[in-house]
């Protein structure tokens, strides 16, 4: 019920927010390799706990499996009615489908696209729940309230086409890894700027996070998840509020930063909405103050979780943003506040 609301939500506001724009993007026509996505529809990951928790499939995803592409174990063989689950060995649909069909969609290219914004409205983002992993890089920025991200030597690409730093054709989290504002210095015997395996602390979409050290960095990280089983602070846009959302920004360059400072860069009547806003307490910052919060980032990995990296599972709109809004102390909040947000997200 949960993930049927939210998909009605998340159509609805898509269409909302998005341009009339006809676009697809490219697709593999292979499963996603996320471990998440389909365990129990290859013969190689499937285990007799398969049948014991189905839950262990995005199977409200799936369209009619195909036994090529999805190939159960001994001695299945053959998906179900012809396209079901390998595990729903006694069930049956009239479309021979378990799910609504997004793989259906994505095979036509209809993943989303980059200018589509899904405002998510709740108790604020945590950024610090390893449920929001599989969502940072799609996490969606806002360019007019930014400055051009740096390299490591404080050199830039030229206004206004400098966001996409790292040139992969997407404005995120990621552009900013290089950063010496945004990042921390490197401790004793740690290669500045250097990837991990070099001896540095460059990573890079690690269990869907990046982060980096720099000699001249200047700030600490404000969050920590689970990487690898440790748990490790990592660069989130709740760093980029803290190092620029307070400053006036021109032509990508920060002009002034003063303590307290509220400047509304792009006019939009939100002043420095980096990423979203919090309309509880009248402000850019969306993150609760709530640590163990994991109900919206986990619901923000299932809208936009990023697909093929080899992490957690797919989202419902792979290749659209998020946006974050803060509407209540809690999931359930003020019906004033949701108003205030509903407006800051049709804006």
């Known amino acids: 019920m949960v993930r049927r609301l939210l998909w009605s939500l998340a159509i609805l506001l898509a269409g909302l927010l998005a341009p009339a724009v006809a676009a697809h993007a490219a697709w593999p026509q292979t499963p996603p390799n ?28 799936f369209g009619v499996l195909s036994d090529a592409q999805y190939p159960c174990p001994p001695p299945i ?11 729903a060995t006694a069930a049956f649909d009239p479309d021979h489908m378990s799910g609504v069909n997004f793989t259906g969609a994505w095979a036509q290219g209809n993943v989303g696209r980059d200018d589509i914004l899904i405002a998510y409205m709740e108790g604020g983002v945590n950024y610090s729940s390893n ?36 040139g ?12 010496p504002r945004a990042n921390p210095s490197c401790p004793a015997g740690v290669a500045s700027d250097t990837p991990i395996a070099q001896g540095g602390g460059l990573a890079i979409d690690v269990e869907g996070t990046s982060r980096n050290c720099i ?61 979203g806003w919090n309309s509880d307490r009248n ?3 969306p993150q609760t103050e709530d640590m163990a919060y994991n109900h919206a980032p986990g619901l923000q990995s299932l809208l936009v979780g990023v697909p093929d990296n080899g992490w957690a599972g797919v989202g419902l709109c792979p290749r659209c943003r998020v946006v974050p809004i803060k509407t209540g102390a809690e999931a359930l909040g003020r019906s004033d506040k949701w108003a205030e947000g509903l ?3 049709a804006d």
Not at 168 to 179: A, E, K, Q, S, Y
Not at 219 to 238: C, D, F, W
């Open 131 to 166: 449920s929001i992993k599989d969502a940072l890089d799609n996490e969606w920025l806002n360019k007019g309230e930014l400055p051009c991200p740096e390299r490591a030597d404080g050199t830039s690409l030229v206004w206004p086409g400098c966001y996409d730093l790292d």
């Open 168 to 179: 992969n054709g997407r404005f995120d989290i990621r552009d900013w890894v290089h950063d």
């Open 77 to 87: 063989l053959q998906h179900p009615d012809g396209g079901l689950p390998c595990w």
């Open 215 to 275: 000699s001249s960095g200047q700030h600490q990280y404000l969050n920590a998840v689970n990487v690898q089983g440790t748990r490790t602070p990592y660069l989130s846009p709740e760093d980029l509020i803290a190092v620029f959302g307070h400053c006036r920004i021109q032509k990508g360059q920060v002009a002034q930063c003063p303590g307290g400072g509220r400047f509304d860069n792009d006019g939009n009547g939100y002043p420095n909405d980096i990423n």
């Open 34 to 61: 996320d471990p998440q996505f389909a365990p129990c529809e290859n013969a190689a990951t499937f285990t007799s706990d398969c049948y014991s928790d189905p839950g262990a499939d995005q199977w409200d995803m």
């Open 283 to 285: 402000n850019n910052d």
């Open 343 to 345: 407006l800051y997200a």
